[in-house]
Every structure is written in structure tokens, then in C-alpha cells.
């Protein structure tokens, strides 16, 4: 629940640092969109033709301000080779030096000529006014307001076809994207050259504006296409447009019927302008807003982006932190791919509607939701990781161990009911081994951990888990917490294997003149509960169930019947194919009333079959059991003193212990249909 919370937690607090939008995300917004400017094919504008005033004609024409008359002729030339209309973002604030500002002008009144003024602070200028039809609610609260602005001198601004702004507004970082078509000095509009030079090619006299209650929502040239603005009245420029350039020097190509930006781009008179597409001349940036009134493009920031922005990452981010919190980690190898996506859908929007819509902050949001879940996830997993090699290591091999931790899943918790096999082991005659060690209980504790420690192995390296320790008594299962499918036969593998793990080490206490150890196997199989048992305090990993309580029972008869390892009918089973077995007796263990099938295992089919002729034996032995259980006492005797030394003696003390029952029950009222159950009144 934890971590849901804070999933959804880190989610709100992504969104409400975009609701608030500090200027860092301004920032990496703008640089985000610039992407969809940079990866723009080039389009040539035919319309329009730059004619540079570079270094080269400096030196021709001698130093910056040109006189009037250098200007006119410069002029002409470019009418006489067939230009439309000229635009020259150039200041004639100033008289001309040698008195020729008339001339200039009488040569401005014959031809369509657009020239600059600039907005100001404190200036003593002459701006030029536009006459413009505004609709709508009141525009002064948005439009960009300067205190005063900078024109040409009278005689000059008179005579032009066009005179407007040349102004910009970069953005935060420096950087140009949008163009300002309008601002407002002393409650006058004022037209941005470049909306006054696409005035001029209509032939309109004048142009309208439309506000609403967001602000300027358009402006419009009747000729031209409605021109979508932001609520400043500013237009994203579209930089894919771009113009033929050729210096003031070269022989010009045929101008007919062109609009030819004049523009100073000698050193120290130009006009570098920062954009997203890098720095350009100042002339560029009036080309490439002028192509964008003229194709009609209408690059916008519509006003639902920022609602799809911010629900994109509660969203998106939110079912990604559902994936990644609950489905299999490769599930989540979505998320790069719902990343990658938000780019290409903010392509797609600008390429085909002209949409500006920001991919950055929902890749970042989308990418950081994504993070603080699979980090979550990941520290979820590695704590259970952590709990499961604390709760198994001691009892499980690390083999097993690594496997619970690289998938949790297969631990199976809270009560899981499944079959399994469980194994009791004990010491048999313990207090004779103790009271070598009355004087050295610290010897008797290492002898008990020379016993356990090999048993433990053998049992946690044939996949079965350690239950618990009860003094020299070890109670270990198979099939749980991870699936054995031949639990059986590991059960029962693991107790020969113990057998002769205890060999050796006999062998070992008696060099050291110590008595052996002798143990008693009980294996049952059956269905139980499993799982974490216990309080809130203190809890074990362990089962619950009859089946576990007659593996217990079994082991405690096994010294009663004189074998070492007894099992039970069910998980005899599945293994005598493996197995030398032989069946023992029926038994109802004490506290129970239903009898079981009681068996021994000797060794593997493959070595008995290679090295005795065990099979007879085990004929005769069944034979035995049939004997017995129909009451023919003299003939069960017969066989019991002929079976006595098979087998390996190994079961003598079987054959000794039926021997001495049969002399019992022989002096036994039984009855006729009696059904040969023995009923154990010790554990």
C-alpha cells in the first residue's frame, strides 16, 4: 500500500510543478519545440529575394550611413531590374547630411517602398501610425506597450508606401520564435514591418484585429488569410522558409515582380538575431515571418495543449506505474516505447495542424512516474529478496535460495495447501552418547552440530527444506516453497544418502573411542498447509497437517520395528520403480485409529539388482506377511528364521521384534476375521 502511495504521490507533485511552470520548464518546453523547427525541410520562398548591403558593397559605396543619394540610386537599380516592392528595415531618423532627403522622397512616393521604425523607451521620434479596425474587447491589455518609438524623419515617412516595426521579443533564453505584428505606443497600434510589408502587396490601406477574452486572436489583411496570433499578437515564425540571398554588388538576377529586402549585413551594422535554427541576420527573420503570413501558415499553441500536456502524465504515468508495480517487469519494456511516443505525436500535430504541443515535460514526467515505480518495485523486491534469504538460507540450498529470489512468485505464502513429503530424523539411544560428555557439554554440543551438519547438507542439496531443529531431531519437507515434482524419491534418496553420511562419521568416532550414532527415518507424503505460521511478533516458515504428524509418528517406530528408515504407504507409491522396498506391517500409530501401510527401504533397485538376489527374499517375505495376517503363527515362524539372515542382516531386528509378537499373539484370543492391525501404544 506504501508504495502505491507514494507512486501516486510522486505523480500529483510531476504535475503540479507543470500546473505551476517554473521558468526552467519554459525553458526546456521552448528548446523541446525548437526540435520540430530544426528537423524541417528547407522551402525556398519565389516571392521574395534578400539583396544584402555586405562588406563588399561597403567598400564600394563608402562607410555607413549612406547619403541620401547613394541610397536613391541603389534604389533605382533595383526597381530598374524589376523589383515589386523593396523593403528596407533601415532607421531614416535622422536628416540626411547633404540635404537630399526630398529627392529621396520624391523617389519613395513613385515606387512601393516599406521602411523601419523602432519601438523605444524614451525616444523624441516620429513613428508613423496605421490606421487598423479592432473587434472585439478591449486589446490594450495585451498588446506589447512602449512608452515611445523612434521614425523615420517626416518628409521620408510621408512619403513611403509602408513604414513599421522592427522589433522582437525573445523568449526567456534569448531565443526568437515569435514575431510581435502589433504593439501600442500612447494608445496608438503600430504594425510590425512585416505585416505592414504584406499590407503593401494586398493594396489594402489598412488591417483588422480580433480579440476575445484570452486576448489578440487574429489578424487579418483582407486579400490574405485570417493570421492566427497568441494573445499578444504575436505570430510563431515558421523557419522552414528561406530566401535567395545575393550581395548589393552582384549582378542581379531578374527581379520582376519580387519583394527585395534591402538589409545592412556589413560588420558592425547587422543585425544577428538568436532563433532555434541558430543566429541569423535580422533581414532573415523578416523574410521567414513574412513567408509565414503569406503560405497561410498558422503555427499555434492551442489553449487545450497544456490540459493534454499534464494529462498525459497523470495518465500515462499512472498506468505505467500500474504496469510496473504489478505485471512481470518485461511488460514494462512498454514504457520507452509510451516515452519515445510523446515525440512523435508532438511532430505529428506540428507537421499537420501546426499544433505546438510540448513532448518534453511529458517524456521527462512520464519517464520520472516510470522511475519512482520501478524503483519502488525494485526496493519492494529487494527487501522480499532480503526477507527470503533470512527466512531460507539456514534451510534451504543456496541454489534454492537464488531461485526464490529471482522470482518471488514461487514462494507460495499465507496458507498455501499443497502435497508434499515430509522426513523426521532422530538419535536413538541419546542418553548413553550424553553421558560421555557430563563433565563437557560443550563437546556435546559440537558432537550434535558434527551430526546435524552433514544431514542438513544432504537434505537442503536434494532440494528439501529445513522445518526446524528440535535438539538432535530434524523435521524437513520437499515441494514447498518451490515445486519438486519427484519429492518422493528425493525423500527417500536423501534418507539412504543420510545413512551413509552417518557411516562415515561413525567411522570417524571411533578412532576418537567414542560411541556411534544411531538414528530412526520416518518419511510420509500428503496434503498440508503451508506458509508463514506464527504471531505478529515471531513467525516460521513451517507446515501444518495429519500427513506431517504421521511422518512423526513413523519415525518414533522405526526403533520398535528394528529398521532404520520407515515409510508410508503413499510415498511408496511413485517409487518402487526406484527402490528396493518392503512392506512392514499395518499399523494404527497412537493417537490415530486409522491403520496405514508401513514400509522399509533398503537400497536402489540398480545396486540390488546388480549385487544380490534380493528378489527371492523379498517372494518369501511377502509370503511371511500373508502368513501372519491369516494367523498361521508356526508357518510365519518358519519363514521368519529362514529370512532372519537376508537381506544383508539387515532386517533382523525386524524379524527378531515379529518373532516375539507372533509368541505373543499365539497365546491371543483373536478373532477369526482379525485383520493383522497392529495398534502402537508408543510415539
Known amino acids: 500500500m506504501k508504495k502505491w502511495l507514494i507512486a501516486i504521490f510522486t505523480i500529483l507533485i510531476i504535475c503540479g510543478i507543470r500546473y505551476s511552470d517554473p521558468w526552467i520548464l519554459e525553458a526546456i518546453r521552448m528548446k523541446a519545440l525548437d526540435v520540430h523547427q530544426q528537423t524541417q525541410k528547407t522551402k525556398i520562398l519565389e516571392d521574395i529575394i534578400t539583396v544584402e548591403i555586405d562588406n563588399k558593397t561597403m567598400d564600394k559605396n563608402g562607410q555607413w550611413p549612406w ?52 519601438p523605444a523607451s524614451e525616444a523624441k521620434g516620429n513613428p508613423v501610425p496605421r490606421g487598423v479596425a479592432t473587434i472585439g474587447l478591449n486589446w490594450q491589455p495585451w498588446v506589447y506597450k512602449y512608452d515611445s518609438a523612434v521614425g523615420p524623419v517626416k518628409i521620408i515617412g510621408n512619403a513611403a508606401t509602408g513604414v513599421g516595426m522592427m522589433n522582437t521579443t525573445p523568449e526567456s533564453d534569448g531565443v526568437v520564435r515569435r514575431l510581435p505584428l502589433v504593439v501600442q505606443i500612447d494608445g496608438k497600434l503600430y504594425p510590425s514591418i512585416s505585416l505592414e510589408t504584406l499590407r503593401v502587396v494586398a493594396g489594402d490601406p489598412s488591417y483588422q484585429m480580433k480579440t476575445g477574452d484570452a486576448g489578440v486572436e487574429a489578424l487579418r489583411i483582407p486579400k490574405f488569410s485570417k493570421i492566427i496570433t497568441d494573445s499578444t499578437g504575436s505570430i510563431w515564425i ?51 515571418s513574412i513567408g509565414t503570413m503569406m503560405t497561410g501558415t498558422n503555427i499555434s499553441r492551442p489553449w487545450w495543449a497544456n490540459f493534454l500536456e499534464i494529462g498525459s ?117 541419546f542418553t548413553p552418547i550424553s553421558e560421555q560428555y557430563k563433565t563437557n557439554p560443550q563437546g556435546l554440543t559440537a558432537l550434535i552440530n558434527r551430526f546435524l551438519t552433514p544431514m542438513t547438507w544432504t537434505i537442503m542439496n536434494n532440494y528439501g527444506t529445513i522445518d ?76 501444518i497437517g495429519d500427513a506431517v504428524n504421521l511422518a512423526a509418528r513413523l519415525e518414533g517406530q522405526s526403533k520398535e520395528y528394528g529398521v532404520k528408515i520407515i515409510l508410508g504407504e503413499e510415498t511408496v507409491k511413485d517409487i518402487e520403480d526406484e527402490y528396493f522396498c518392503l512392506e512392514l506391517d499395518s499399523i494404527a500409530v497412537k493417537g490415530k485409529t486409522e491403520p496405514v501401510r508401513i514400509f522399509t527401504v533398503l537400497g536402489e533397485n540398480k545396486w540390488v539388482f546388480e549385487n ?72
Open 67 to 118: 547619403p541620401r543619394e547613394i541610397m536613391q540610386r541603389e534604389l533605382i537599380r533595383l526597381f530598374e531590374s524589376g523589383a515589386g516592392m523593396v523593403v528596407m528595415p533601415i532607421l531614416f531618423s535622422q536628416p540626411d547630411r547633404d540635404g537630399k532627403d526630398q529627392k529621396f522622397a520624391d523617389i519613395l512616393a513613385q515606387v512601393p517602398v516599406v521602411i523601419g521604425q523602432i
Open 238 to 288: 515558421d523557419f522552414q522558409y528561406k530566401t535567395k540571398t545575393y550581395s548589393l554588388t552582384d549582378t542581379l538576377p531578374d527581379l520582376k515582380g519580387k519583394i527585395i529586402i534591402l538589409s545592412p549585413t556589413a560588420s558592425g551594422i547587422d543585425n544577428p538575431v538568436a532563433t532555434p535554427i541558430g543566429v541569423i541576420p535580422g533581414h532573415d527573420l523578416i523574410a521567414t
Open 313 to 429: 502524465v497523470l495518465i500515462l504515468g499512472s498506468i505505467l506505474a500500474i504496469i510496473v508495480l504489478t505485471l512481470p517487469w518485461v511488460v514494462s519494456l512498454i514504457s520507452p516505447i509510451v516515452i519515445v511516443s510523446t515525440y512523435f505525436v508532438s511532430s505529428f500535430l506540428f507537421t499537420k495542424y501546426g499544433y505546438l504541443v510540448d513532448w518534453s515535460y511529458p517524456a521527462l514526467g512520464i519517464f520520472v512516474a516510470w522511475s519512482i515505480a520501478a524503483f519502488l518495485r525494485f526496493i519492494a523486491e529487494f527487501k522480499l529478496r532480503q526477507q527470503i534469504k533470512k527466512q531460507f538460507e539456514h534451510y534451504l540450498a543456496p541454489e534454492m535460495v537464488k531461485k526464490l529470489q529471482q522470482n518471488p512468485e514461487l514462494l507460495r505464502l499465507g496458507g498455501d495447501t499443497r502435497e508434499m513429503t515430509f522426513l523426521f530424523t532422530d538419535i536413538r539411544g
Open 468 to 543: 526446524k531443529y528440535m535438539g538432535d531431531c530434524i523435521m524437513a519437507f520437499w515441494n514447498a516453497p518451490l515445486d519438486v515434482p519427484d519429492q518422493r524419491k528425493k525423500a527417500v534418496g536423501t534418507s539412504l544418502e543420510m545413512l551413509s553420511k552417518l557411516e562415515s562419521l561413525n567411522k570417524e568416532l571411533a578412532q576418537e573411542n567414542l560411541l556411534p550414532i544411531n538414528v530412526g527415518i520416518g518419511i510420509n507424503t500428503g496434503s498440508c498447509v503451508v506458509g508463514n505460521m506464527g504471531s505478529d511478533q515471531r513467525f516460521d516458515y513451517s507446515v
Open 612 to 683: 544380490t538376489n534380493w528378489c527371492f527374499s523379498q517372494q518369501q517375505h511377502e509370503k511371511f506377511l500373508t502368513l501372519y495376517r491369516n494367523q498361521n503363527w508356526a508357518m510365519a515362524k518358519h519363514f521368519l528364521l529362514d529370512l532372519r539372515g537376508e537381506f544383508n542382516k539387515l532386517m533382523v531386528g525386524y524379524y527378531d521384534m515379529m518373532f516375539d509378537r507372533i509368541e505373543r499373539l499365539e497365546f491371543e484370543d483373536l478373532p477369526d476375521d482379525w485383520d493383522g492391525i497392529n495398534i502402537a501404544t508408543t510415539k
